[in-house]
């Protein structure tokens, strides 16, 4: 599976950005001890930094080839069987909005360091809950080739 057709089963990391704080609100899991005697939620809500990089899927353009195009794979003799379907696609014409950064360009991701240095505790929990996302992630793409 081309990791463009990927971007469907990924989960957002974060529920909300803060983007004028630099904050996003991400749920993590609670711990036995923080829990109350009555049960309570599973999750709750914590405020983490994060920074703009450059997306990591289309490498900052905001945009890349539609996989229906080119996920299969492209030769050079498909490109000398049809010029015009090389200089369409060489020009831009099958490209289509990335679909991780929406064309922004940019994506949000998780400043490690600023919160390592903040809270190293709670940077423990975030990066489980990270990992938990990967793994559904995983999961999900899994499921799809028996198509569950």
Known sequence: MD???????????????DERAMRATVEVAVL??????????DEVEVVIPYRYEACSLCGGKGRHVNPAIDSEGISMEDFHRDPDFASDYM??????????CKGRRVEAVLDERAL????????ERVMRHMRALDETMCERIAESRYQY
């Open 32 to 41: 036995d001890d923080e829990r109350p005697d009555d049960g309570g939620p």
């Open 91 to 100: 020009s831009g014409v099958y490209d289509v909005a990335c679909y991780r």
């Open 3 to 17: 990791i463009r057709d990927q971007e469907s089963f990924r989960t957002q990391w974060y529920k909300d950005l």
């Open 116 to 123: 390592k240095a903040q809270d190293p505790k709670l940077y």
